[in-house]
Structures are given as structure tokens and as C-alpha cells.
Nanobody, 114 residues
């Protein structure tokens, strides 16, 4: 069983930046593709960014050029650097494997004021 703990969310003005972090337990982390997901009020949860065990990344079109996903296999963490934030980025952000295999954590709230 993998446990996921997200942190780093907050309130930021449009155009600002935040860095999210996810700590994951599990011995197979380094070879597991991971992703950041988000869910805005009244909307479904969607993938934002993914990263393979080797570091290959993929992004949703809405965040390309603004968000960067990274991982530290020694620490079992993945980060999401979010720049030039927009009001439409407001959501609860979650991490999980890609594809999703484990129960969701509590997520971290990101609120972007316009």
C-alpha cells in the first residue's frame, strides 16, 4: 500500500507561483510513473502532469509552459512548480501514480485570485 501526502498549496495572486510537494511511501517509487491531478469545484479530477521513473514528462495543454513536474527518487517525492498561475488553476491538487492505482490523499488547496 502506498500513502501519499501533498503539501505546498495556498492563496496566490494571478501571475504568481507556488511549489507543491508530494511524499510517497513504497519501495518501488523510483520505477513508478507518478502524476499530479487537480479537481476544481463541480468538475472531474483531471491529470495535470506526469513523470516516468526515468524522468520523461507530459503535461496537460492548459499548463504547458507554466508548470514543471520533477521527482527525487532518493527522497520518494515529486514536486510541481507552478508559475504564472491563473484563476482557472484554482483547485485541490493531488498526487498519485499514473495511471491511478492507490487511494487518494487529502490533497492541497490552490486558490488563485484574479
Amino acid at each position: 500500500q502506498v500513502q501519499l501526502v501533498e503539501s505546498g498549496g495556498g492563496l496566490v495572486q494571478a501571475g504568481g507561483s507556488l511549489r507543491l510537494s508530494c511524499a510517497a511511501s513504497g519501495s518501488r517509487f523510483s520505477i513508478t510513473s507518478m502524476g499530479w491531478y487537480r479537481q476544481a469545484p463541480g468538475k472531474q479530477r483531471d491529470v495535470v502532469a506526469e513523470i516516468t521513473g526515468r524522468g520523461t514528462t507530459n503535461y496537460a495543454d492548459s499548463v504547458k509552459g507554466r508548470f514543471t513536474i520533477s521527482r527525487d527518487n532518493a527522497k520518494n517525492t515529486i514536486d510541481l512548480q507552478m508559475n504564472n498561475l491563473k484563476a482557472e488553476d484554482t483547485a485541490v491538487y493531488y498526487c498519485n501514480t499514473a495511471p491511478v492505482l492507490y487511494p487518494w490523499g487529502q490533497g492541497t488547496q490552490v486558490t488563485v485570485s484574479s
